[in-house]
């Protein structure tokens, strides 16, 4: 295990590799190895980058990390599909599209796919994040597909997150429909070489300059009229980020350079007022709530009879107890039949 931990700090890949695979799979020693990594990790750039499926986010993934690269900055990437139950599938997948990254000793690429239930994967993926944290990549791209719960909550846990859409996937916006809007500090429309890219671009805005909290933010501010912010530098000025609408041709590279300078700029707008802190802080009270939850209900299912849970359960379809007095009993019994529990 102290060989382990060793390794990871010096950013050996078998050894994050290794390490990568017992805090996936919450195997023994998880818990520590992720406590002595701990106090190495709050250094890496954590980039969340979400979107419907297909809009080409691992193709803007790898060509980001082809450009950090070219600026020397060290890059992990997780790509997590919560959809596929096959982790081999998603790791095929993702080869194919960031075979060009392949052999540079500079980028570190795993992926995660679901095993039992999507909170334990932003759970694991955190986890990943710290290894990868400790290892010392500077960067870290976290590719999440689709707009769930789960999707949310890993963007939650990078600094800058990027919401990738595509032209011609419907006639609606997905991020409207998915109500992942919120979540974006910079909206991508990808693809913007194919026709309809520019009714996306204006589709997105429109709905930025009504919807987002930034923009109610900034009607306050200039007494009802909403200023046109579209340019991250002015935002940053201005000292709220509305995020920009930016379009990129992530096959052919196209739009990178714009990208990677809004991101520096969401960066350099999170070093503000102590911004990054206060995200940061958000961040821990989310993982904090969510590990307890896990931990308390893990804890009570292992002790709670299951004849008990099925007792109760035909009897609430019997209209006989309800789910409130349900909860109470179970709670109930079980803090003063387990006192470990208290
Ligand atoms: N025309 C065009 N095609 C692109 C562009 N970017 C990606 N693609 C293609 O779109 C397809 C999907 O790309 P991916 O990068 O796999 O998309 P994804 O969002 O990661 O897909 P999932 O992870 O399955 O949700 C691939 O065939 C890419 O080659 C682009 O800018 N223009
Ligand atoms: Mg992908």
Same mark, same amino acid.
């Given at each position: 295990?102290?060989?382990?931990?060793?390794?990871?700090?010096?950013?050996?890949?078998?050894?994050?590799?290794?390490?990568?695979?017992?805090?996936?799979?919450?195997?023994?020693?998880?818990?520590?190895?992720?406590?002595?990594?701990?106090?190495?990790?709050?250094?890496?750039?954590?980039?969340?980058?979400?979107?419907?499926?297909?809009?080409?986010?691992?193709?803007?993934?790898?060509?980001?990390?082809?450009?950090?690269?070219?600026?020397?900055?060290?890059?992990?990437?997780?790509?997590?599909?919560?959809?596929?139950?096959?982790?081999?599938?998603?790791?095929?997948?993702?080869?194919?599209?960031?075979?060009?990254?392949?052999?540079?000793?500079?980028?570190?690429?795993?992926?995660?796919?679901?095993?039992?239930?999507?909170?334990?994967?932003?759970?694991?993926?955190?986890?990943?994040?710290?290894?990868?944290?400790?290892?010392?990549?500077?960067?870290?791209?976290?590719?999440?597909?689709?707009?769930?719960?789960?999707?949310?909550?890993?963007?939650?846990?990078?600094?800058?997150?990027?919401?990738?859409?595509?032209?011609?996937?419907?006639?609606?916006?997905?991020?409207?429909?998915?109500?992942?809007?919120?979540?974006?500090?910079?909206?991508?429309?990808?693809?913007?070489?194919?026709?309809?890219?520019?009714?996306?671009?204006?589709?997105?805005?429109?709905?930025?300059?009504?919807?987002?909290?930034?923009?109610?933010?900034?009607?306050?501010?200039?007494?009802?009229?909403?200023?046109?912010?579209?340019?991250?530098?002015?935002?940053?000025?201005?000292?709220?980020?509305?995020?920009?609408?930016?379009?990129?041709?992530?096959?052919?590279?196209?739009?990178?350079?714009?990208? +990677?300078? =809004?991101?520096? &700029?969401? @960066?350099?707008?999170?070093?503000?007022?102590?911004?990054? #802190?206060? $995200?940061?802080? *958000?961040?821990?009270?989310?993982?904090?709530?969510?590990?307890?939850?896990?931990?308390?209900?893990?804890?009570?299912?292992?002790?709670?009879?299951?004849?008990?849970?099925?007792? +109760?359960? =035909?009897?609430? &379809?019997? @209209?006989?107890?309800?789910?409130?007095?349900?909860?109470? #009993?179970? $709670?109930?019994? *079980?803090?003063?039949?387990?006192?470990?529990?208290?």
């Amino acid at each position: 295990m102290n060989e382990l931990i060793t390794g990871v700090i010096k950013g050996e890949r078998r050894a994050i590799a290794r390490a990568l695979t017992v805090v996936e799979n919450e195997r023994d020693g998880a818990e520590m190895l992720l406590a002595a990594l701990f106090p190495h990790t709050g250094r890496a750039q954590i980039i969340g980058i979400t979107g419907a499926p297909g809009t080409g986010k691992s193709t803007l993934v790898s060509a980001l990390a082809k450009a950090y690269r070219a600026q020397q900055q060290t890059v992990a990437i997780i790509a997590v599909d919560p959809t596929s139950p096959f982790s081999g599938g998603a790791i095929m997948g993702d080869r194919i599209r960031m075979r060009d990254l392949a052999g540079d000793p500079g980028v570190f690429i795993r992926s995660m796919a679901t095993r039992g239930n999507l909170g334990g994967l932003a759970r694991a993926s955190r986890d990943a994040i710290r290894v990868l944290d400790a290892a010392g990549f500077e960067l870290i791209l976290v590719e999440t597909v689709g707009a769930g719960q789960s999707e949310v909550d890993i963007a939650r846990t990078a600094q800058t997150t990027l919401v990738v859409e595509a032209p011609g996937l419907g006639d609606d916006v997905q991020a409207i429909k998915a109500g992942i809007l919120e979540i974006a500090d910079i909206l991508v429309v990808n693809k913007a070489d194919k026709p309809g890219a520019d009714s996306t671009v204006s589709s997105l805005k429109a709905m930025l300059e009504l919807g987002h909290p930034a923009a109610r933010e900034q009607m306050v501010a200039h007494h009802g009229r909403i200023l046109h912010v579209q340019n991250p530098a002015a935002a940053v000025e201005a000292r709220f980020w509305l995020p920009p609408v930016l379009r990129t041709v992530a096959s052919e590279g196209g739009g990178i350079p714009e990208l +990677m300078q =809004a991101i520096a &700029q969401h @960066r350099a707008h999170l070093a503000l007022d102590g911004a990054l #802190q206060s $995200l940061e802080k *958000q961040q821990i009270e989310i993982e904090l709530h969510d590990r307890l939850r896990a931990a308390l209900i893990a804890r009570l299912l292992a002790i709670i009879p299951q004849e008990m849970l099925a007792d +109760m359960i =035909a009897r609430i &379809q019997a @209209r006989t107890l309800d789910p409130h007095a349900a909860v109470q #009993q179970l $709670l109930a019994a *079980q803090v003063s039949q387990y006192p470990d529990l208290r």
